[in-house]
């Protein structure tokens, strides 16, 4: 879930999916390419859960829609280090069954750099989860959105003891911005000082201490950490990470706007480039 948070508008999250089990929302998912969907071993892994009775939800905010674009998975792979009591190694990947057709509504996020250090800005998390921690009912069917700031390792590891340099921490000082359950296995993305036009996937909602407390973090699966992973998985299976696959993106040229002094996503436009470069409008 998220906590505090606001509305996101239509495509503003172009790479955010629904993954569903039994058609019920279970966890979010990232769109890296017309083939794979990045999310979160924890949400799939409790059980013996077949592909065929996971689908996954693409291009929209809104998951009561009537007209809902449902695609079917063929496959199933989690690390094969995770274990959920130390939830380390938290991320797993799903196979479609058929390729997603990008257009404005449907876009791939780009991966990290793999070792380079970078300086994050601008850091978002997106989900339909819970909107209160307390509160089971509270699941939400227009995706919500929270402002993120990536925190320092060593400090947040002095409040979760099991924190593994796999993990990141993200929260928002003296505010009760946060994930919560049914938003795991979604995007913490973030623009960089080089460029605040791309968006980058830096990890994946993961792990908490409940949700929403003033000063405590949520943990978060540092994906620099597994693109090699993420890239030898798609080649095994005969669908690799392909950037020219998503150089078929629409062209359009960008808007930008300022409304406050505060950042926010705004409709992000893919743009025909190795990496999408998506726009950020000013809408906080």
Not at 47 to 60: F, R, S
């Amino acid at each position: 879930r998220i906590i505090g948070g606001m509305e996101a508008e239509e495509g503003e999250f172009p790479w955010q999916v629904s993954i569903q089990v039994f058609n019920e929302h279970m966890c979010g998912g990232t769109i890296l390419s017309a083939w794979w969907i990045l999310t979160a071993a924890h949400c799939l892994n409790f059980e013996e859960i077949p592909p065929k009775d996971v689908n996954v939800v693409v291009g929209t905010s809104d998951l009561t829609s009537q007209h809902l674009e449902i695609k079917q998975v063929t496959n199933i792979i989690f690390h094969k280090d995770h274990r959920r009591v130390s939830m380390d190694h938290d991320i797993g990947l799903l196979l479609l069954a058929s390729p997603i057709k990008f257009n404005d509504l449907k876009v791939p996020i780009c991966l990290p750099p793999e070792l380079s250090p970078v300086s994050w800005r601008h850091c978002w998390v997106a989900g339909w989860g819970q909107t209160n921690s307390s509160e089971k009912d509270s699941m939400k069917s227009d995706l919500m959105k929270v402002p993120m700031v990536i925190l320092d390792w060593e400090e947040c590891s002095k409040q979760f003891s099991k924190l593994t340099k796999n993990m990141l921490c993200a929260g928002y000082q003296n505010e009760n911005y946060d994930a919560c359950q049914g938003d795991s296995g979604g995007a913490l993305v973030c623009t960089t000082n080089d460029s605040s036009s791309k968006w980058y996937q830096v990890g994946i909602i993961s792990w908490g201490r409940s949700c929403g407390q003033k000063n405590i973090p949520g943990i978060y699966t540092l994906l620099a950490k597994y693109v090699g992973w993420i890239k030898n998985v798609m080649q095994q299976e005969g669908r690799p990470y392909s950037l020219e696959e998503m150089g078929n993106s629409p062209k359009q040229p960008p808007k930008n706007s300022r409304t406050s002094a505060s950042p926010a996503l705004g409709s992000p436009t893919p743009w025909l480039l190795p990496c999408l470069l998506l726009r950020a409008v000013f809408n906080w």
